[in-house]
């Protein structure tokens, strides 16, 4: 199967792109990457492959292999215009997350939320993690003008996990952690019909991940054919409940 990622220039999270490549590749499905303009050669978020502060807070070492893999991998130069993307060739949109400015590019695009909102149409699997549920919960239904997250369950980056990122690093970092004002949490809620309901939290964690072989401390919320995770800490179970999806019979 054929899975569009869409990606910002640079800034994007190292994890949330890295793993879901390399389990979905290794399933033997085709990721085709999208950037704003064709041909793009995006980046990660440095900081997440050096250490974010005094060495601490990046990646685990196995994404940042599976980053430099992918890194050589042709469809990572190769890129689609996001405007040039044709969905209905796609059984699969993903969309990482990642909070450093350059993400804005992604997050705020309306020409990536009108792409979107034609793919979620389709009813093919979607799959959102941390502020990459951000372009869901912004990307209005045609017919509605709602959210197209309006009627579903989903989770998302918590705020006590974007709060303690950073008030941790502002001393040195400045507002780094903070993509913008709102918190993702707060901006997502507003766009639910009924949040108290919809939004699921998962359990209050700050360190500890999921790792390949064990999800004691990941979690996902999934909702018919989307699936949403919080963090990179979710990203190794993300990635196998999305794999799922993409095996389950749709209905488009």
Do not use: N
């Not at 199967?1 to 910002?8: A, D, E, G, K, S």
């Not at 390399?22 to 064709?38: I, K, M, N, Q, S």
């Not at 993509?179 to 964690?205: I, K, M, N």
């Amino acid at each position: 199967m054929r899975v569009l990622i869409p990606l910002p220039d640079h800034d994007f999270d190292v994890t949330e792109v890295a793993v879901p490549w390399r389990l979905l590749t290794d399933a033997g499905h085709e990721v085709v990457f999208a950037t704003e303009r064709a041909r793009t050669r995006p980046a990660a978020d440095p900081r997440l492959l050096t250490g974010v502060l005094l060495g601490q807070l990046g990646a685990e070492d196995e994404p940042k292999r599976f980053y430099e893999q992918l890194t050589t991998a042709p469809e990572f130069t190769a890129t689609a215009a996001w405007a040039d993307v044709d969905v209905s060739e796609y059984d699969g949109l993903l969309l990482p997350g990642g909070h450093a400015p350059g993400m804005r590019q992604y997050l705020g695009s309306t020409e990536l939320q009108q792409q979107v909102a034609r793919f979620w149409a389709l009813d093919r699997p979607v799959g959102a993690v941390c502020h990459g549920v951000l372009v869901l919960a912004r990307t209005r239904d045609p017919g509605t003008g709602r959210s197209i997250l309006a009627d579903r369950r989903t989770t998302c980056l918590p705020k006590y996990m974007e709060r303690t990122a950073y008030l941790t690093t502002a001393w040195r970092l400045g507002r780094y952690y903070r993509t913008y004002p709102a918190y993702v949490e707060d901006e997502v809620r507003s766009a639910l019909a009924e949040p108290a309901a919809q939004f699921e939290r998962g359990p209050r964690v700050l360190t500890q991940r999921g790792t390949a072989d064990d999800d004691t401390h990941a979690f996902v919320v999934q909702d018919g054919s989307y699936v949403s995770a919080r963090w990179p800490g979710d990203a190794y179970l993300f990635a196998r409940r999305y794999l799922e999806l993409l095996g389950a019979p749709s209905s488009a």
